[in-house]
Structure formats: structure tokens, C-alpha cells
């Protein structure tokens, strides 16, 4: 059983930034795909920011330029640095993981960006 623990949520400013980390545990294998989904209040959840085993990258055109997705070289945790926050990422930010075709989700961070 893989679980996921996020931190590095809060309140921002618009224009400043946050990181959010993700940790995965239960796994002794390298997980295939880890990344970030949002949920604001009112709409469906949606992907922000994937990355594979191999490092490759993938990101919602909303976000593209402004926030970053990263992992460890050989674990299992992923980071996501948000820059030039703007009022609309408010969210509840969720790390995923798959592995072996199961897909496993945290208990999610609330960001929130003042105008």
C-alpha cells in the first residue's frame, strides 16, 4: 500500500510562490508516474503537473512557464514550485502516484492566493 503525504501548502499573495512536496511510502519500487492535481471549490479536479520515471514532464497549459515539477533522482518524492501565483490556482492541491497500474492519491493542501 503506497501512501502520500503533501506539505507546503498556504497562503500566498498574487505573484509570490510556494512549493509543495510530496512523500511517498509502502513502495519499494520506483513509482512510474507521480504529480500534482487541483480542486477548487465548485469544479472538478483537474491535472496540473505530471512526471515520470524516466523525468519526463507534462503540464496543464494553465501553468505552463510558471510552475515546475520535480522529483528525487531515485525516490519516490515530487516536488511542485509554483511561481507567479495568480488568484485562480487557489485549490486544493492532491499529489498522485501509479504503480502497477493503481492509482494512489493524498489527503491534498489547501493553497489560497489573494489578489
Known amino acids: 500500500q503506497v501512501r502520500l503525504v503533501e506539505s507546503g501548502g498556504g497562503l500566498v499573495q498574487a505573484g509570490g510562490s510556494l512549493r509543495l512536496s510530496c512523500a511517498a511510502s509502502?513502495?519499494?519500487?520506483?513509482?512510474?508516474?507521480m504529480g500534482w492535481y487541483r480542486q477548487a471549490p465548485g469544479k472538478q479536479r483537474e491535472l496540473v503537473a505530471t512526471?515520470?520515471?524516466?523525468?519526463?514532464?507534462n503540464y496543464a497549459d494553465s501553468v505552463k512557464g510558471r510552475f515546475t515539477i520535480s522529483r528525487e533522482n531515485f525516490g519516490n518524492t515530487v516536488y511542485l514550485q509554483m511561481n507567479s501565483l495568480k488568484p485562480e490556482d487557489t485549490a486544493v492541491y492532491y499529489c498522485?502516484?501509479?504503480?502497477?497500474?493503481?492509482?494512489?492519491w493524498g489527503q491534498g493542501t489547501q493553497v489560497t492566493v489573494s489578489s
Open positions: 498522485n502516484a501509479i504503480l502497477l497500474a493503481k492509482n494512489y
Open positions: 512526471i515520470t520515471s524516466g523525468l519526463s514532464t
Open positions: 509502502g513502495s519499494n519500487f520506483r513509482l512510474d508516474f
